[in-house]
């Protein structure tokens, strides 16, 4: 069934190419089987990661760079990130529905996951992802994230190239999350650009870049900032022409190798530490761990102590 | 030396305290050793986690419940988790500088700690601190995240009395981020509600607790929702009322038991997984990393076959 699947999928077929994304997510076993016999075909897509804070317009940008893509007849795949929960499931992707103008169009291929679940799934969950759009043909990957947390960070920063969104005039907190996100950015973009702010958003910006003057002389690379108001094209086409000038210093450079390093890397850790709470699960008895953990609460023991037993345990490792 | 601190601290050295808190957050094997002296001190704090959106104004609400809990001569312990990064370093703690009036009031202790570093790397550090500060003394513990990412919740939801704060007004993205911590809640704050929308999003959490209406009546605690404006204090003393009778319902409900018996599980989960990635790149060779991840970037082998390789190298485990 697998098999055939991954047949349709290299054939074209955009509902066995949902399916196998379904798989990816939610199985672990599938996920193994499947992206070991997909991986011969991927390796040929272009992953651009769009992140910013809550509110910076994202979604719309995102919408506008499709169709730009769209008119130089990329195959577009986009994977976006939302921060729901099982609480509330499906009812807020509302915010996508701005994107949702595409999903008729058979070149656009559109899918949300949701940070639920165990760390390191949805980095693992969004890799595999990747992989089935990958071999199913897209030219162009858009990973869209609303980027605060750890997990939004590693899951952008496999991107080739990362597109930092900001809007002017937000407060501390907000400042402090670009901060975060800034050393990952390969490009920055204001948007809603006619706001009033933009000026010194723009200044502010361009101040923490001659800062680190030194880091992108060494880089070869300083990442541009764009002005742009998505809702009416502004600075669209400007954006577009940067993300490929961004590719085509990363080939020239040789960089988009070390990015592909790097991306296989965090893939494999993920890949463990998905593995490793596995095993343990299925090597640990309920009622063990329930009186271990009693005694932790009674302070009988110490959880350093409690988790050197279960390691010693469940994979034979003494500490 | 980790004896004579931890003996210091034990008396109320703060510097000892500190330095101790320096030390479980940066140094994993002297975190062990510090745990395991300080845990038959522990268990006696209070645990107040405080998350919401970026420009919620959690700092300010903050530092308002920091002034109530003094009143009432409680010694308190701040953690608040910044989302910054090692190359904007220390500099963005600008918000947290609305705090730093307690900062010289010997019964207010307050520490940053930053999301850098690696997934579960946080969870681990904020509990270590947290058991420093409960050893120290404090009678409260305040915790304070950006609750967005999947980490932050993480450690937020080991709290014992979790406080959402929103601001009336956020767009569709800060609504799906509200709606990720919705569940994690214990009381709600409608934070600025004196700015207009404030009664639409009363309204709004109202509908919502309203849909979830059979899990609060199991539960026995319908999260109530207080509506503050932080500068002026208004709501301060009522959700400070809302929090110690949230405290009773647990302790008379045994519910504390159930919520200290998942944090110590979530602790050890977090030992386990930074002792693995430990053991795993101290038995592995640079180089062997190197020709593993050459060949999955070179399409030769897929990323979980050389993850089954690593497994079996590193821990001996079969696939």
């Known amino acids: 069934m697998i098999e055939d699947l991954i047949e349709r999928m290299l054939r074209g077929d955009r509902r066995a190419t949902a399916r196998l994304i379904t798989l ?12 070991k016999k997909i991986y011969p075909h991927t390796g040929k897509a272009y992953i651009i990661g769009i992140t910013g804070p809550p509110g910076a317009g994202k ?32 009812a807020l992707l509302g915010d996508r529905i701005r994107m949702q103008r595409h999903s008729t169009d058979p070149g656009v291929f559109i899918r949300s996951m949701a940070t639920r679940g165990s760390l390191g799934g949805l980095a693992k969950a969004t890799s595999d992802a990747i992989k089935v759009l990958d071999a199913y043909g897209c030219d162009l990957i858009f990973v869209e994230t609303v980027g605060v947390g750890q997990i939004e960070v590693d899951v952008i920063k496999t991107a080739d190239t990362v597109v930092l969104v900001t809007v002017p005039g937000l407060g501390d907190d907000i400042q402090a999350i670009k901060a975060g996100l800034m050393e990952i ?66 080939e020239k450079s040789g960089e988009i190798q070390r990015k592909r390093t790097f991306r296989a890397a965090e893939e494999i850790k993920a890949i463990i530490s998905g593995k490793i ?25 110490d959880p350093y102590s409690a988790a050197d037993m279960i390691l010693e345990k469940t994979l034979g490792v003494k500490v």
Request: glycine share 6%; hydrophobic share 40%.
């Open 24 to 35: 990816v997510e939610n199985d672990e076993e599938k996920a193994r089987e499947i992206v």
């Open 59 to 90: 979604s719309t940008l995102l919408d506008k760079l499709i169709h730009v893509a769209r008119e130089e007849g990329k195959i577009v795949g986009v994977i976006a990130i939302d921060p729901t929960s099982p609480f509330t499931g499906g």
């Open 185 to 250: 950015a390969d490009i920055f973009v204001i948007n809603k650009a006619d706001k009033e702010g933009a000026d010194a958003t723009y200044f502010e910006l361009n101040m923490m870049l001659d800062l680190e003057k030194e880091r992108w002389e060494r880089r070869g690379w300083r990442p541009p900032i764009v002005e742009s108001v998505a809702t009416t094209m502004r600075g669209i086409r400007e954006l577009w022409n940067v993300i490929n000038e961004h590719r085509r210093f990363l």
């Open 277 to 301: 709470a596995q095993i343990i699960s299925e090597r640990l008895d309920e009622e063990e761990v329930s009186e271990l953990i009693g005694k932790i609460v009674g302070r009988e023991m």
